[in-house]
C-alpha cells in the first residue's frame, strides 16, 4: 500500500469515528459552563451583602438591585445551561453579565486585544455566544424536546421548495 493510500484511508476512518463523537464538544461546553454559573451564583445569591457591596465599589447603578439580578441569572441560566433547556435564551443575560464584568470589574486589567483575550470572562463570553449561535447539543433537553419537531419541520419545508419548483 502507498503511503499516500494509507493516509487517506487512514483520514477516512478518523473521519467516520469522530463523527459519531461530534455531540461530545457542545455537550462538555455547556455543561461546563452550566456547572460553573451556577455554582458562582449559588455563592452570590449566600454571599448578597458582599456582592452588593462589591457591585457599589464598582459605581455599579441600584447595586443591591443588580447584586440580586446577576446572581439568579448565573444561578438559575447555569441551571439551564447544564441541563441544557432554553440554553440558547439562558446564554443571552449571562453574556451581558459577563459584558458587564469585562467593563466594570475588570476594565482595568484590559490595555488590548491580548489582554481582553486573556480574561476568563471574555472565554466564557465567547463560549456562551458559541451556545446562542450552534445550540446545546445534542446532549441536551433542547435536543429531546424540540430537535425532532425542528429536524421534521426542515424536511417539510425542504419538501415544500421541491414541490413549487417542480
Known amino acids: 500500500m502507498q503511503l499516500a493510500s494509507f493516509i487517506a484511508v487512514a483520514r477516512e476512518r478518523a473521519e467516520r469515528v469522530l463523527e459519531k463523537v461530534d455531540f461530545l464538544p457542545a455537550g462538555v461546553a455547556r455543561v461546563t459552563l452550566g456547572v460553573l454559573f451556577m455554582s458562582t451564583g449559588w455563592g452570590k445569591v449566600h454571599s448578597l451583602a458582599k456582592v452588593t457591596a462589591f457591585f457599589s465599589e464598582l ?26 433547556l432554553f440554553s440558547r435564551l439562558a446564554s443571552v443575560p449571562l453574556m451581558i453579565s459577563m459584558l458587564v464584568a469585562i467593563l466594570t470589574a475588570q476594565r482595568q486589567q484590559v490595555h488590548g486585544l491580548p489582554d481582553l483575550f486573556g480574561l476568563v470572562e471574555w472565554t466564557y463570553f465567547v463560549l456562551l455566544l458559541w451556545v446562542l449561535i450552534a445550540g446545546p447539543g445534542k446532549l441536551s433537553l433542547d ?18 421548495l421541491s414541490a413549487g419548483h417542480a
Open 59 to 84: 459605581g455599579i447603578p441600584a447595586p443591591a438591585f443588580h447584586a440580586h439580578l446577576v446572581s439568579f441569572v448565573e444561578l438559575i441560566g447555569g441551571g439551564l445551561l447544564l441541563v441544557g
Open 143 to 160: 435536543h429531546l424536546i424540540f430537535g425532532r419537531s425542528r429536524k421534521a419541520a426542515a424536511v417539510r419545508a425542504a419538501g415544500d
